[in-house]
């Protein structure tokens, strides 16, 4: 109730309790990551992902960072990050990070064309309508930028009871008009596999798509 309190007192856009207390909840189901997943995805995945963003350019924005344990927390000096959960953007934040907090609302506190992608690791699942948070990617990637997206297979969405959305390969072909993909493949193994994505927690879809021009 502490971590909730401080949040309250802080304002952080005047957070109701209960949804204090989920951020406190969830920001704690993140953080159990076991040192194995965590040097997966410093060590392999992470990078794999950032030469994909970086053939963008080099302003790469990852949104929806958690606690840092993926691509910002690999390259630091390198990403940027948005969140939508307090307690991640104060946690990352006292740890030099350069984040910020995503409006109540789903504004992006960056200006229009600011970056050349934006990457969502494991975030699109969370989210009901996704609109917005496209919406929002596509505002401040530069025209032909780039965005990622990294989706759980059939056994990693089913593990956490906070996923509200299944993206299959069908999903991410038909994603959002706005942005051609690119290239879609997985992690850790390269290839599409229905049968490593029912068996495989920690088994990934990775969309690359391109902004397509006005």
């Known amino acids: ?69 993926g691509l910002i927390g690999a390259f630091p000096r390198r990403v940027w990050g948005l969140e939508i959960n307090p307690l991640a953007v104060d946690y990352c934040s006292a740890r030099g990070l350069r984040v910020k907090a995503i409006a109540e609302d789903g504004t992006f506190p960056e200006v229009d064309g600011a970056f050349d992608v934006c990457l969502l690791d494991n975030v699109l699942e969370h989210i009901e309508a996704p609109f917005r948070t496209l919406d929002e990617c596509h505002r401040i990637t530069r025209p032909r930028g780039g965005l990622i997206i990294i989706v759980p297979g059939e056994r990693g969405y089913a593990s956490d009871d906070d996923h509200k959305k299944f993206y299959g390969v069908a999903e991410l072909q038909a994603l959002d008009p706005r942005w051609e993909l690119q290239k879609l493949f997985s992690l850790p193994v390269g290839f599409i596999s229905p049968a490593l994505s029912r068996r495989l927690k920690q088994y990934c879809l990775v969309g690359v798509y391109a902004k397509r021009a006005a």
């Open 1 to 69: 109730m502490g971590a909730v309190c401080h949040v309250r007192n802080r304002g952080k856009g005047q957070l109701m309790q209960h949804d204090a207390e989920k951020f406190e909840r969830y920001f704690s189901h993140l953080r159990q990551i076991s040192r194995v997943g965590l040097l997966y995805k410093r060590l392999f995945a992470a990078p794999v992902l950032y030469w994909y963003a970086r053939r963008f350019g080099p302003r790469v924005m990852e949104v929806g960072f958690g606690f840092a344990a």
